[in-house]
Each structure stands twice: as C-alpha cells, then as structure tokens.
C-alpha cells in the first residue's frame, strides 16, 4: 500500500505525521510526507526513512514574518495553489492520502484526491475547527465575531461565512482548472463524511455532536529514542531537576524580555532552568551556571527529567509533557493555545497564564502554583491514563480502509 500524508502547518502539524509514518512503514506501507520545505522538517522525516515532497513556503518564515491579517486570502490562496501543483505528482499511484494542517491546504489537497480517485482521510490535531454547540468558534485574524452575538450555532454559521470568504474563490478556481465543480460550504468539503480526531481522550474528550461523525484515535506519537546530548545531561546531573522553558514554533517578538522574565521567575523559585531556543530563538540574558540552553532535543526524555515545563500550549507539548507527569505553566500565544492551557487548568496538572506576554511577576505566581507536591502527583496520576498507541490505532484504520474492512475505531 502506498500512503501519501500531506499537511502545511509547524512542527506540531509534522510531528504527529512522523508518528502515523513510522507505523505505516512498520505494518508494509509505502509512506510520503507533503509539507513545507524547512530544513529541520526535512531532517526529522529522513531520521525515520521518509521521503518529505516540499510544498509551499517555509512555514517557519511565514510565521516570523507574521504578515498581516489583512493578507489571509492572498497566503491562503497561494497555499491552495501550492497542492495543485505539487500534489498531483506526489499522490499518482497512492492508495490513500491523508490531509491535514490549515484549512486552505487541507481543502487543496483533499480536491487533488477527489480528482485522482484516491481515498481521502481528513484530520486534525484539535477539535476547534468541528462544529460544536458545546462551545464558539475560533474567529480568523482580522475577522471578529459581532460581541452580541452567542449563541454558538450562530457562531458556527459565521465561521462557515469566513472560511468561504477567505479561501472558497481560490479553492473553486484551482478546482475549476482540474475540471472538479466548486463546493459551496469549504469547511464541509474539509471535514468530509468522517474525520479523525488525533488527541487524546483524557486530555481533549470529544462530546458527540449531531451531524457530525468523528473518530478519536489518540494523539499521534513516535517513541524518542534519542539520547539527550552529553552536555545537557552533565548539567541535569549537576543539580535538583530544573524548570524547562520553551515556546516551540512561535516567534516571540519580545524574545529577549520573555527569556529575561522567564529565568527570573525560575531563579526566584530557587530553581535552575533549561531554555529551549524554538522560533523565538530564546538565548540567555548572562553567563550562568544554572541556566542550559537547548535546540533540537527529545522533549519525552528532558520532561520525565524536569521540574515543570513552560510552554505555548501546543497540541503536541502539551501532550508530551501531560505524557511525561510534568507539571505545567501554559503560556498561550494564538489559535487552539488557551484552550490547552484550560485543559491543563482543569485537569489540575498545571497553571494557565493569563495572556500570550509573560512578566517577571506573572510566571513566578504561575511557577509557585504548580512547583508543588500536589500538583505534581495529580500529573503523575494523569500521566498513567495518556494513551499511547493513537498513531498504530490510525495505521491499522487506514490499512482496514483501504482494504475495504471498516470496523469501528477504538475510543
């Protein structure tokens, strides 16, 4: 069987894809990644013998840049036009191609499928995006919601306008030049007749909605099985377990002050600190001896090893260290981030900061909530109910779909 996943999004829409790819290839498969052309997604993909087909842009220059929202349509329509372009080739003589990622790029590449005949499975890592009358919408930049307006099918009915408004002429368009009719409701066509849910049920419980028809398989993880570098386990060695400190692929304009902040709250905890570089590239304000600086790291083997983890709130940190029974101090910056960091509030495995800019003051209240016995043995007992096995629960489904068994996914 010959797999073709395709997503154009940051690490946290790559990774998991590594996860699913390994097993594919564990159970026969054929397994091709499509997703931006950033060096360090390309190196992940070859350290597990997957082929990465660039499309697009470098995701990582787009999210520095941050252009303005304002320029939605024109980014989303290149994105869209990137799929019809590369996917075709990429896709010929695959069995099954697997979506996900943004929204434009999705909607493109499950129209290549459409055309080439080949199964389509669409996915996503956050349940925002689904229709729900349990809670809102996220709004796009540069398009508010009316604050009168509540009640959330309403809500849901104006996200459906948005997303028509920003992508629905440049998906018709690309699809008119293959010969494919235009959809009329974008995210519809997106979501499809059954799509998969890749988050874990304790740590994202997805409510049944009607209408709706939606699988959940568990977050998709590879195993790490890198060693820690030599010199980062020497300083791990050297000391009580620090605080880790990242903000992944979010730039963090203010990158010099939030790393300042971010070690001043550690050291006023007594606690040394490990600070992850990310996209913000975060560097050390001086020359101590109780602060490490990381890049490219096995994130499972430092979070077992840690004190807490300060991070953004993406799907995928959160996960590892909710795996891991770190505590943690979510600093949200945008999209799906705050609602992770409410389901580590709720969960009681660690503390929401209260906006995307974090001060001095701010992190060290956030690290004396959660730099205590008790939260600590709430994310060890949390720790022990993370699933483990989503990406080979997805891996067999795609095998049983193509071979055309469907028997129900396991929840």
Known sequence: MRVLLSTYGSRGDIEPLVGLAVQLKALGAEVRVCAPPDEDFTQRLDGVGVELVPVGPSARALTIAAPPPSSL???????????????????????????????????????????????????TFQQLTLPSPHRPPLAYPGRPFPPEVTDNRVLWELDAQSNNALFGEALNT???????????DVRDHVIGNRLWLATD??????????????????????????????ELVTFLDAGTPPVYVGFGSMPMHTSTDVARAAIEAVRAQGRRAVLARGWAGLSLTDDPDDCFVVGEVNQQALFGRVAAVVHHGGQGTTTTATRAGAPQVVVPQAADQPYWAGRVADLGIGAAHDGPTPTTESLSAALRTVLTPETRARATAVARTIRTDGATVAAKQLLDMVSGERPPMSA
């Open 73 to 123: 349509p024109e980014r989303a329509a290149e994105l869209i036009a990137g799929q019809f372009d590369v996917l075709p080739a990429a896709a010929e003589g695959c069995d099954v191609l697997v979506a996900t990622g943004m929204t434009p790029a999705a909607a493109g590449a499950l129209s290549v499928a459409e055309k080439l005949g080949v199964r389509s499975v669409s996915v």
């Open 174 to 184: 690309n699809r008119a030049s293959i010969g494919l009719p235009p959809v009329d």
């Open 201 to 230: 049920p304790v740590l994202d419980p997805w409510h049944e909605t009607p209408d709706l028809d939606v699988a959940q398989t568990g977050s998709w993880i590879l195993g790490d099985e890198r060693p820690l570098p030599a």
